[in-house]
Structures are given as structure tokens and as C-alpha cells.
């Protein structure tokens, strides 16, 4: 099967549709009726992507209060960002406001983009220190509709309230075609640091593609499978493992990635894991030492996978980063090492088509 891709054209109207809108918006003006402010965390509004909330609330972080002093720092420093956290719920309001703290002190945006249906919606984003309220959407019709809010993926943030029409009906969010996640692990390229917005790092795409939840631990550059980090990987209910390190992985030997793959699987033993190698980067056509990197990394990967499948593990699956994002793609770089938002949507879709039936027809 071919891999899907979206039109060049669509992808911008794609780009377009959630960065038009992305200013702080003055909230819905009295023609178009009152707000109804859910406060959030709410029984109404179902959380996704963060396994460990319960521990946190109110924070958003992606790892648990407890394991700060055992992780090392620069994966904390990263984990305080909800990548991969979602807001859900089903409603029939024409409009949709959020009230947010973006806590560190950033230039940079931290957006928050709305879906409906599967669609994307609108989005908006504000710097920090500051707390604001932004409009995601407004205007729409009154139709029951599936919504899903994704929030930033390298910002810390908080949420005290999502916004609806007053008169607008409230219920659960549709559910998943699993019941447990897609727990991905990994690299800056995994948590989307060349993605403006969370909604379009390749595992939110291929999540949607395929209708999975998932949890993204991609920790930028810190991807490099220290065991008390592997531990907390292990923790939540899964339906699946995508690890990515890519070149986050360092100089380091291959038994450090085969003992994260024995650690899984003493907890998981039939669960599917898919090791991605490390896709390309622009830097491997000017920097020899780094290509040779680049090269290593992605032959111990298969390597100590392989070894894996030779040993008789049928659940273990390798695909090559350089099938799924090559020298092809190159004008699909945020920088010299992260796909930009076309880029991700790219690497999502074809992503998706290759592990379609690996988690949804499988067992």
C-alpha cells in the first residue's frame, strides 16, 4: 500500500487553519450568547495522554511528582510539557474558549489546537509567564460533534476551564479503537520539537489516523533509555510500544538498547513493540562523522531488535526511519534534524499505513 500523504495544497490550508487563528482571543461577544466555564480537571471533560494526573493535579506533566529526584534532569525539564495530552468530550456548541496559565517565562508560543471530529477546528496560542483566555473556535453549528483538545507539546501549562455555549449539551467523548494506549518513547523528533503545534507531531497523527490514544514520551534530546526512565515507561496500560531514539541515543552501545527491550518485555511479553531507527537529517549530507552516526545508530537498533526476533519474539517489529523520512523529504525540516509540521503530518501518515495492522488486527 502506498503511503498517504495529504495534498501540498491541503497541508497548507491545513497549516493555515491552525495558525490563522492563533492570537489570544478576546472571549465570544454577547450576540453569541453566554459561556458556560467547566472547570477543569471535571468529570466532563476526559484527559488523555497524561497516565500520571492523578499524582499531579493540578500539573500536566507527562511523568509522575514522585519519580522528579530519580529521572535525570534533563528529562524532567521536558516532561513538564503535557506533549501528548488531550482534553476530550462530545458537546453541541458552536463555540469553544480555554483558560490557561502558560507557567515558564517563553517567547515561543504554546498553542492549544481544537478538533472536531477528527478535523482540525481552530487553535491558539499565548507566551509566558501569563495566564489568558483564548477562543479556539466559534461560529460553528449546534450539532453534536467529537472534540478533542491538544495540548502544548515543549510548554508548561496549565488549564482551570474549557468554555462552551451555555445552552450546549455536555457528554463523553467517543471511544478509542483500543482501550489502552499506543505508548511511544523516544526522541526529540518523537515529542514534535520541529512541530509548531501539538496536533501535528507525528504521534498525534498517526494516533488520529488509526483512532488509538497514545502517550508520548519523547523527551527532546534525553531519549536515551536509562532504566529508571524505562521503568516508567512500563507502567501504564498499553496496547502497544513505539520506541524512536533516534539520535538522541548517543554514543552508546547496543546492550543499552537491548536491555530496554528485555525490561519491556519481562512486563509485556506479547505486547507489540515497534523500533523505528532514526529517520534522516539534513546534516548527514554535509557532516561525514555525523552520517556515520547516524549509520551506527540505526544498525545497532536493528541489530539488537533482530536478535530479539531470531530468539523467537513474534510481537517485536523493526521499520526503518530512512523508508518512513529520507533525503526525499528534505524540504520538510524545521531545522537540520526535525520535520516541520508538513513534515510530521507526513512521517504520521505513512507511519500509520505501515503499523495499521500491527495494532489493530493483530491479536
Known amino acids: 500500500m502506498r503511503p498517504r500523504a495529504l495534498p501540498s495544497l491541503l497541508l497548507a ?20 450568547g453566554a459561556v458556560n466555564w467547566i472547570a477543569f480537571p471535571s468529570p466532563q471533560l476526559e484527559l488523555r495522554g497524561l497516565p500520571w494526573f492523578a499524582e499531579n493535579a493540578p500539573e500536566l506533566w507527562r511523568l509522575p511528582r514522585s519519580a522528579q529526584a530519580r529521572v535525570p534532569a534533563r528529562v524532567w525539564t521536558r516532561a513538564v510539557a503535557p506533549g501528548g495530552g488531550r482534553i ?45 483566555e483564548l477562543v479556539l473556535f466559534s461560529g460553528r453549528d449546534r450539532r453534536p460533534k467529537q472534540i478533542t483538545i491538544y495540548l502544548p507539546h515543549t510548554s508548561e501549562v496549565r488549564v482551570s476551564a474549557v468554555g462552551v455555549d451555555a445552552q450546549a449539551t455536555v457528554g463523553p467523548a ?16 518523537l515529542q514534535g520539537t520541529g512541530s509548531d503545534h501539538p496536533a501535528t507531531t507525528y504521534p498525534a497523527v498517526l494516533a488520529r489516523r488509526l483512532n488509538l490514544d497514545f502517550v508520548n514520551l519523547g523527551f527532546g534530546g534525553a531519549g536515551k533509555a536509562e532504566p529508571e526512565v524505562v521503568a516508567l515507561v512500563n507502567q501504564p496500560a498499553v496496547s502497544g510500544f513505539l520506541f524512536d531514539l533516534g539520535k538522541s541515543y548517543g554514543a552508546q552501545s547496543k546492550e543499552v538498547f537491548a536491555r530496554m527491550l528485555a525490561d519491556i518485555r519481562a512486563v509485556h511479553p506479547t505486547v507489540p513493540i515497534i523500533c ?45 526511519g530512512l523508508e518512513l523520512f529520507g533525503p526525499a523529504d528534505q524540504a520538510l525540516f524545521k531545522d537540520p534534524l526535525h520535520p516541520n509540521d508538513e513534515g510530521n503530518v507526513r512521517l504520521g501518515d505513512r507511519l500509520a499505513e505501515r503499523i495499521r495492522k500491527i495494532l489493530l488486527e493483530q491479536g
Open 13 to 32: 490550508c491545513f497549516v493555515v487553519a491552525l495558525t490563522a487563528v492563533a492570537q489570544p482571543a478576546a472571549r465570544p461577544s454577547a450576540a453569541e
Open 88 to 132: 476530550r468530550f462530545s458537546s453541541t456548541t458552536s463555540a469553544l474558549s480555554i483558560r490557561v496559565e502558560v507557567v515558564q517565562a517563553q517567547k515561543k508560543r504554546a498553542y492549544f489546537d481544537a478538533y472536531v471530529d477528527g478535523e482540525p477546528a481552530g487553535s491558539a496560542g499565548a507566551t509566558g509567564p501569563s495566564a489568558v
Open 174 to 189: 467517543a471511544a478509542f479503537a483500543r482501550p489502552a494506549p499506543l505508548v511511544c518513547y523516544g526522541s526529540s523528533v
Open 276 to 320: 523505528v531507527t532514526p529517520i534522516y537529517a539534513t546534516r548527514e549530507a554535509k557532516e561525514p562523522a555525523y552520517e556515520r552516526l547516524s549509520g551506527d545508530l540505526r544498525a545497532l537498533m536493528r541489530d539488537a531488535a533482530r536478535e530479539r526476533q531470531t530468539a523467537g519474539d513474534r510481537h517485536l517489529h523493526v521499520i526503518e
